[in-house]
């Protein structure tokens, strides 16, 4: 029997692996990763498609160091709990096997969404590292590309596929890309960036059919060779539908701080999981980087506490005090068009401050922040491009308060010589 059977391969799922030796696991590790590819980082699928992406050389992960067993190739099919006790997990594998484990780390990530009717021939989605290669190699001058999605995949691969050459239309049913992301005035600024390295945007038009088939489709009426859907992912989570793990709508596993599920022993992290937020008062999705990257952290201390019979089996939710658990603020990063854009809280939605030095018009070199607030003048979060030391003050100033949402001068944001304490005065 193992004592961590680690389910899922990715950033989450490795750095689970090699965070629970330090956290004090002597026993059994045992990872199952679905791909047959080496443990690799996704972000670099979208914007550089040469790029380094296994995680040993790229980032000094190597799960192989760490566990006693991988096993690529196999996907998890079921998880059997028992009626109680502390051993007895069974997870069920693709190839036939069965892994029995103490505890079962759920890290199986995301996997994109593609309508029904819509997969062909010249269809393709960008989500793993095979998949990825299969796109890429189509893209090219004079190649015609649709991208339906503009969410961070679908800029960020628009934007790479027309510095390859390609002729590119993006199209998105919302008013805007990043919709709902970021305010509208930021959706707007990365549009014309789009449109800067001639990616031809279509806003407020819903795809409701891909038509034709191979080099021939078409979408909208646009003619194209080649389609990219990225109408964003969905948790891979299926496997788990007997376990009685409770599950969000979005299919992820609902978790507490330190990443245990309401099944004793079963623990999740990264795309597959929403981590409860005493900040923000709900369950947060985990489909970014950073906290495939960041959460393990938390919860390797706490499967090591469950392995060992002390600290973490008491009931879902309840506070581990010999376990500190961190609450972080959302935080996202994209490479567009050669400008990276950061966006941190929730800044979608509220009034927008901008924070901009007065320059010429060479938006090669624009620096700007947008601060977005509530009607109290309170900070909900913030973009930027150019300028991160604002990212750095208005982090510091979030988690610095309970809710995240600080006071603030809005006459101090905007102006970019003021200090970050004149920027977040604080509650007094």
Request: proline share 7%; glycine share 14%; charged share 20%.
């Amino acid at each position: 029997m193992a004592d961590v059977v680690i389910v899922g391969a990715g950033l989450a799922g490795a750095r689970t692996c090699a965070l629970l030796r330090s956290a004090g696991v002597t026993g059994r590790i045992v990872v199952i990763g679905a791909e047959s590819d080496p443990p690799y980082d996704r972000p670099p699928l979208t914007k550089d498609p040469e790029a380094e992406v296994d995680l040993r050389p790229a980032m000094g992960v190597d799960v192989w160091a760490h566990a006693d067993e991988v096993r690529l190739g196999v996907s998890a099919e079921s998880l059997v709990v028992p009626t109680g006790g502390r051993s007895g997990l069974l997870v069920t594998c693709s190839d036939g096997g069965q892994v029995a484990a103490r505890s079962v780390v759920v890290a199986t990530g995301a996997s994109p969404v593609l309508p029904a009717g819509w997969g062909r021939p010249g269809v393709h989605v960008l989500h793993t590292r095979s998949e990825a290669g299969a796109f890429w190699a189509g893209v090219g001058p004079g190649v015609r590309l649709v991208v339906v999605g503009g969410g961070w995949v679908g800029c960020e691969a628009a934007a790479t596929a027309a510095a390859r050459g390609a002729g590119v239309d993006l199209v998105e049913a919302a008013g805007t890309v990043l919709a709902g992301r970021v305010p509208r005035e930021v959706s707007e600024r990365v549009e014309r960036w789009l449109e800067g390295v001639g990616v031809t945007v279509h806003v407020a038009q819903p795809v409701r059919a891909i038509e034709g088939a191979g080099d021939s489709l078409a979408v909208s009426g646009i003619q194209a060779d080649i389609v990219l859907v990225a109408l964003g992912v969905q948790p891979t989570t299926e496997w788990l539908a007997d376990s009685g793990a409770q599950r969000a709508r979005s299919g992820a596993v609902l978790v507490d701080p330190w990443g245990r599920s309401s099944v004793p022993g079963v623990f999740a992290v990264g795309d597959a999981a929403e981590r409860w937020s005493d900040r923000y008062d709900r369950h947060l999705p985990g489909g970014h980087w950073t906290e495939a990257l960041n959460a393990p952290e938390t919860l390797a201390p706490a499967v090591a506490g469950w392995v060992d019979g002390g600290v973490g089996g008491e009931g879902w939710g309840s506070p581990l005090a010999s376990l500190p658990a961190t609450d972080p603020i959302p935080y996202v990063f994209s490479d567009i068009a050669a400008r990276r854009l950061l966006v941190l809280g929730a800044p979608g939605q509220g009034r927008v401050v901008w924070r901009e030095a007065a320059r010429a018009t060479d938006r090669d070199a624009e620096a700007w922040s947008a601060f977005t607030l509530d009607a109290s003048d309170r900070l909900l979060g913030m973009c930027t491009s150019g300028r991160p030391r604002d990212m750095a003050a208005a982090r510091r100033a979030m988690l610095a308060h309970p809710t995240g949402t600080p006071r603030t001068d809005p006459a101090a944001l905007a102006d970019p010589m003021a200090t970050p304490e004149a920027m977040f005065p604080g509650e007094g």
